[in-house]
């Protein structure tokens, strides 16, 4: 096995290690280590590797069959003239011309971009020859030998001037059509391989791509458009709150905060078309606007309705370097009323879903708890007029008795013959007290069935909401009440409102409906000024609480 058999530029077969055999060009041997590296084009990259002479010469028998020791005096030189080129051999060597013809075609039906093929110092001792002195044809490096073409032999034309070098890095190789055969086609010019112009890539590829990347283009200068509108309204919206805030006002700074929270909520209150959920137990917040001693203290709303059963408490606070912060905490409930809700909303998704119960025989009530002066009375009972006097006929209260006599007038319940009644007492200072029978002391016993019954109290009977808001604003002019630091307008007594349903003939219990308005609980700061019958009554009110 001698070097001298490959060239650089040979064409020769390989076997790949998962067993393929296939067509790779010589770029290098080394003859010192006996090996040779080949490189094929294969998946749009050139690849190659380092194999040993006998593995090349196992799979090329042709090297070894054909090729034999060159003489010097075959070979012409490249300072010889033409006239002393050795005359053509009468040998033959196959070529395919179909093939050729089928190439030429292809290549002449290309665009203007074709590949052009560089010319080279006149000489012919670049190219490999045989014993013959006829330049050895170089195989291509991928193109197999077809079986449909057939091999025709012709004369071989003297040695040319113009070589063409071998390229040593195989390209991609372009499948000519052909009518006769879907094989490769393997064209060689003075033993060089000649390599096709590789495929454009498919304009719908691009296309895809181009629409892509231009999709990107079109949702980034989206977002920045309205990145920057937001940044301007935002601006806008600071300037306006500077405009509104007093900066002499102590709390500036977290008034900035607590309108800087609430602009990034999305907030949304309770409407009269919104769905009631019914449940058993329901926990509701309502929440009350500052009165006129806190808007004269200039103080801060840190409460935050932002849900129709979320809110926010924003709590103030102060860092060690006296740094100002601001604490939000959320707070959940079945239903949250902002400072503009009315007690017709506040009635329709807490106690009207109750009305339905007492028709069948079920007892329901309805507390109504919160500090001192936070509008438990003005929404139980109603709103207080100019010269302090209650009207009733916006309480629920009031609500709730024109929903039981509207479905006592139903045909299913007329059948049951109920009558209504009313009942009106307070707890004060751990007694009870009837305010419809000027406040007559009430005693609270226990029966045979181990049921609390409250005995002595009256029962007036009513038949429709006039009656009732009567009931209501006698017991109203003599519940006992106050004036304190925190509300002037404070209970100081539990008032327990009751609507009564009993069987006419036999006058037994069908049911009832309670609703309470507890007294508020008190800090000791709000009683603090307050004299000493007041400040008993608010450690009263809370001690009864805690039960």
Known sequence: ????????????????????????????????????????????????????????????????????????????????????????????????????????????????????????????????????????????????????????PITPSPPVKRSIPVPVTASKIVKPKSSASNSHVRHSIGGAALQPEPKKQREPATTAANRRRSHCVKEVERLKKNREERRARQAEHVQNRLEEIDLNNPNADFLMMIRDYISGLNITSLSPRDQVSAQRITVCVRKRPLNKKELTRQEADVLTVNAKNHLYVHEPKLKVDLTKYLENHPFRFDFAFNEDAQNSIVYRFTAQPLVETIFDRGMATCFAYGQTGSGKTHTMGGHFTNNREQDASDGIYALAAADVFR??????????????????????????????????????????????????????????????????????????????????????SHAVFQLVLRKRASKKLHGKFSLIDLAGNERGADTSSADRQTRMEGAEINKSLLA
């Not at 006829?134 to 091999?151: E, H, T, Y």
Request: aromatic share 4%; with cysteine.
């Open 407 to 492: 479905l006592l007038a139903l045909p299913k319940n007329q059948a049951k013959d109920l009558t209504v009644s009313s009942s009106f007492f307070e707890i004060y200072g751990g007694k009870l007290f009837d305010l419809l029978n000027n406040k007559a002391k009430l005693r609270v016993l226990e029966d045979g069935k181990q049921q609390v019954q409250v005995v002595g109290l009256t029962e007036q009977a009513v038949t429709c909401v006039e009656d009732v808001l009567r009931c209501i604003q006698l017991g109203n002019q003599i519940r006992t009440s106050g004036t304190t630091s925190a509300n002037q307008h404070s209970s100081r």
């Open 1 to 152: 096995m001698s070097a001298s058999k490959l060239v650089t530029g040979e064409s020769v077969k390989i076997q790949r290690s998962d067993g393929r055999v296939h067509f790779a060009l010589v770029s290098n041997v080394n003859a010192d280590a006996q090996t040779v590296m080949v490189e094929w084009f294969e998946r749009g990259e050139t690849k190659g590797k380092e194999v040993d002479f006998k593995h090349i010469f196992a799979m090329n028998e042709d090297l070894q069959a054909s090729t034999g020791p060159t003489s010097s005096a075959s070979v012409p030189s490249a300072h010889s003239s033409p006239s002393q080129a050795p005359p053509p051999s009468k040998l033959q060597m196959p070529v395919r011309s179909s093939a050729r013809n089928a190439a030429k075609r292809a290549a002449s039906s290309r665009p203007s971009s074709a590949l052009s093929v560089p010319e080279t110092p006149k000489s012919a001792a670049s190219r490999p020859v045989t014993s013959s002195g006829i330049p050895k044809r170089i195989n291509s490096p991928l193109a197999p030998r077809s079986q449909n073409v057939r091999d025709e």
